[in-house]
């Protein structure tokens, strides 16, 4: 059992290890987090959201892991105040597949780097928490990258991949020709449009024609960081936001019918995005996904029973397009 008056207090360790805060009302999750991480972080508990959003005032964290499911404050509210407080803290969230609108909420709020769903296997997350702590250590302040020191370029592109006309007329409307639209009803087309321009965010659908789109998104996020991703779908569970967001740090997840006014500012902030990344390449270490098995990929497609999202000749094609596109830099 966790004294209360011991949850904010780090446990012993050397000054340079990094810093972890947990935040959980169940004690014995939080024993277990003491147990795994003792021996490498500077180790702090918070048993509620509000006493972890007071300890972030008070504290510089590298890492934050929040269960989402807590008594008040939930761990999306947290996670959201400590993107707003210390913005460079990198942001784990603990979540269960059934929280649709938590993992919802945790994309679009707190920009998570990973979501850690339940139960959770020790390496996996021994080896998230490390990757994160990592990159708050050794990679570049956020504020480097103000959002009003690097503008925009003007009519820059936008790939919309989308079999819903409506869409692409609705994105014209409310983008009002500030940027280059150009629209795909399949991932062939996309694939070309990609090829001849010069794209900064691609709005998707997560299926299209019949074929998942989602491994097209996790692709471009590998070999073109650069390039930001905002889904607009009616498709949603939380399986594919989750693995979205891990092997696709996805920048928004939208669910149609769209809300013109969020979508609009939602576009808006993912072509500022890009244009730090492309201004800060050394950002790019902060928006790094787990690594995508394309050989696993290509086996399962081989097998044809079902757990394939594509046929390997399909996804060779969109390997090899994505490949040669050009690598503005290395991730």
């Known amino acids: 059992m966790i004294n209360l008056q011991d949850t904010l207090r780090p446990t012993p360790s050397m000054n340079t290890k990094p810093r972890v805060l947990f935040v959980?009302?169940?004690?014995?999750?939080?024993?277990?987090?003491?147990?795994?991480?003792?021996?490498?972080?500077?180790?702090?508990?918070?048993?509620?959201?509000?006493?972890?959003?007071?300890?972030?005032?008070?504290?510089?964290?590298?890492?934050?892991?929040?269960?989402?499911?807590?008594?008040?404050?939930?761990?999306?509210?947290?996670?959201?105040?400590?993107?707003?407080?210390?913005?460079?803290?990198?942001?784990?969230?603990?979540?269960?597949?059934?929280?649709?609108?938590?993992?919802?909420?945790?994309?679009?709020?707190?920009?998570?780097?990973?979501?850690?769903?339940?139960?959770?296997?020790?390496?996996?997350?021994?080896?998230?928490?490390?990757?994160?702590?990592?990159?708050?250590?050794?990679?570049?302040?956020?504020?480097?990258?103000?959002p009003q020191a690097v503008p925009v370029p003007a009519k820059s592109e936008i790939l919309v991949i989308d079999e819903d006309p409506n869409v692409k007329h609705l994105l014209r409307q409310i983008l009002k020709e500030r940027y280059t639209l150009y629209a795909a009803e399949t991932l062939d087309e996309a694939l070309t449009l990609l090829d001849e321009h010069e794209i900064k965010v691609v709005v998707s659908e997560t299926r299209v024609a019949n074929t998942d789109i989602t491994t097209l998104i996790k692709l471009l996020k590998k070999h073109r960081p650069d390039i930001i991703s905002v889904v607009l779908t009616e498709h949603s569970d939380a399986k594919t936001i989750i693995d979205l967001i891990n092997q696709g740090q996805v920048y928004r997840f939208l669910r149609k019918p769209v809300k013109p006014g969020q979508c609009r500012l939602s576009i808006q902030s993912a072509m500022i995005r890009n244009a730090q990344l492309r201004a800060n390449p050394e950002l790019i270490q902060r928006y790094v996904v787990d690594d995508l098995d394309e050989e696993k990929i290509l086996a399962n497609a081989h097998k044809g029973d079902g757990s394939a999202a594509m046929d390997p000749g399909m996804f060779r094609r969109m390997l090899h397009h994505v490949i040669r596109l050009p690598r503005l830099f290395s991730n």
């Open 24 to 146: 959980d009302d169940e004690p014995k999750i939080l024993n277990s987090m003491r147990w795994l991480f003792n021996r490498d972080y500077e180790l702090y508990f918070a048993n509620s959201g509000q006493e972890a959003i007071d300890a972030i005032r008070r504290n510089k964290f590298h890492v934050i892991v929040s269960d989402q499911r807590m008594p008040g404050i939930t761990g999306i509210e947290v996670l959201r105040e400590a993107k707003k407080i210390s913005p460079d803290t990198m942001r784990l969230l603990l979540t269960g597949y059934a929280d649709l609108k938590a993992i919802v909420g945790s994309v679009n709020e707190s920009e998570v780097f990973r979501f850690i769903t339940k139960p959770w296997i020790n390496e996996e997350l021994k080896m998230v928490v490390k990757l994160a702590a990592d990159t708050a250590l050794h990679g570049p302040p956020v504020c480097q990258a103000a």
